[in-house]
């Protein structure tokens, strides 16, 4: 993860390494397989093992390989493409949503989620947690913050806790008129509890999500979202089918 | 990057020193600073260097770090928002677009990509090199691979080669009626030809926006871009500003 002053740096060991195994993943092995151990590997291709590392963690980032404790290293099937920025006006738990509503809290956001939001920084919102699963598979834990002016008649209704409360609250949000939705993606690492949702170690590479619910010309919800970064692609656009790898995910057009 | 058995998987020792850390990093740093050296820094928080170093190796994954060589580890600036998803009725090379022309060359692209092109593995396509520069920083370097039948009056043209002939075959394609773009992003790491014009080493975690061109109902063109995932958030929606980030960068809205 260094960088600066490439010009004086070979391209580096491992990384010719990582192009010879990609090709024998492709003709050698099959998904699921499992690989021989480091030390086979690095006899094998003439490499000290902390090479041969190197290129397996290069393997793992690009989603060819997983490793698991206990199993060994297996290869990958192809990454599922996971749609984030379809339905563009629709609002988070509408008709079609794959999100399951976990939980829900009132508490104080993070500091920056409450500028975007505008609420003041000591001021408690309702934390909706939910989680979404693809293929029987984890690929996302979201936390969406929603100020109590989006949903001023929630407490007239009067659900105590829990998952019946996060639906309350989902419900009321959407009674406001959507104006637009806005998506951004940056690459983080999965938080404690994320971590355990998604079946990953806390730090581990995620692709994290934000979204803005625009009603009445301000935020009126704000999504962070945790993807898995190892096994999703996310898509946006209308169809949200954009497939270039091979195996059984890809689809003719 | 471990996973799996969660339940028997206490919170690493980094992680919590990350919290501490990042703290820090807001209370007394400021952009740009550098921080004291790893047996300071692991001395100060009473740890192992080891566990240092994964703190900080989380903390740049999250874009707060940044580590140089020969200069250290200095406090990140935020991270860029980079517009996407927006204008998704434009051709690649159309008035208001970032990004620069580098080259082109006629070949056989990948297995993947001939596949989404539907040209046959063998057949070669145009393939056009360009990059994007935001802020005066690369953030971005794009492979856009054209079928030749996307451009069939291009031969005519006779443009001989480099950015000349490169801007040509965008021309071309300009004159295709669009009908839609698709975008798909994911994890990957830089090939070696990207790390460097991006500033980075081979390997480096990147994000890989893979842009489908839909004319007359089928791929006109394919776009695979590498971006920074250390200093960029990729924005989509009609604004592309979603800014949750606290700083320089931060817009009111």
């Known amino acids: 993860m260094g960088?600066?002053?490439?010009?004086?740096?070979?391209?580096?060991?491992?990384?010719?390494?990582?192009?010879?195994?990609?090709?024998?993943?492709?003709?050698?092995?099959?998904?699921?397989?499992?690989?021989?151990?480091?030390?086979?590997?690095?006899?094998?291709?003439?490499?000290?093992?902390?090479?041969?590392?190197?290129?397996?963690?290069?393997?793992?980032?690009?989603?060819?390989?997983?490793?698991?404790?206990?199993?060994?290293?297996?290869?990958?099937?192809?990454?599922?493409?996971?749609?984030?920025?379809?339905?563009?006006?629709?609002?988070?738990?509408?008709?079609?949503?794959?999100?399951?509503?976990?939980?829900?809290?009132?508490?104080?956001?993070?500091?920056?989620?409450?500028?975007?939001?505008?609420?003041?920084?000591?001021?408690?919102?309702?934390?909706?947690?939910?989680?979404?699963?693809t293929h029987g598979q984890p690929v996302a834990a979201e936390l969406l913050y929603v100020p109590e002016t989006s949903v001023p008649e929630l407490s007239a209704i009067g659900t105590p806790s829990g998952a019946a409360r996060a639906r309350a609250v989902l419900r009321e949000l959407q009674r406001l008129e959507l104006d637009s939705r806005e998506n951004a993606v940056e690459l983080g690492s999965a938080r404690a509890d994320d971590a355990k949702e998604l079946d990953r170690l806390p730090g581990a590479p995620v692709l994290v999500v934000t979204t803005r619910y625009l009603a009445g010309g301000r935020t009126a919800a704000l999504s962070v979202a945790t993807y898995r970064a190892d096994t999703c692609r996310l898509t946006f656009g209308d169809s949200g089918a954009v497939e270039i790898h091979e195996g059984p995910e890809r689809q003719a057009s």
């Open 3 to 133: 960088t600066t002053q490439l010009e004086t740096v070979p391209e580096p060991k491992y990384w010719h390494l990582k192009t010879v195994l990609s090709e024998a993943l492709d003709s050698e092995f099959s998904v699921g397989e499992i690989l021989p151990n480091e030390r086979d590997l690095a006899a094998r291709f003439g490499v000290a093992r902390a090479t041969l590392r190197q290129a397996l963690e290069q393997l793992e980032l690009e989603g060819r390989l997983q490793r698991r404790r206990g199993v060994g290293t297996t290869v990958a099937p192809p990454r599922v493409g996971v749609a984030v920025g379809t339905e563009q006006q629709a609002w988070p738990g509408s008709a079609g949503d794959d999100w399951q509503t976990v939980d829900c809290a009132v508490a104080v956001p993070p500091a920056a989620v409450a500028d975007a939001l505008e609420t003041g920084r000591e001021q408690p919102v309702h934390i909706v947690r939910r989680s979404r699963v």
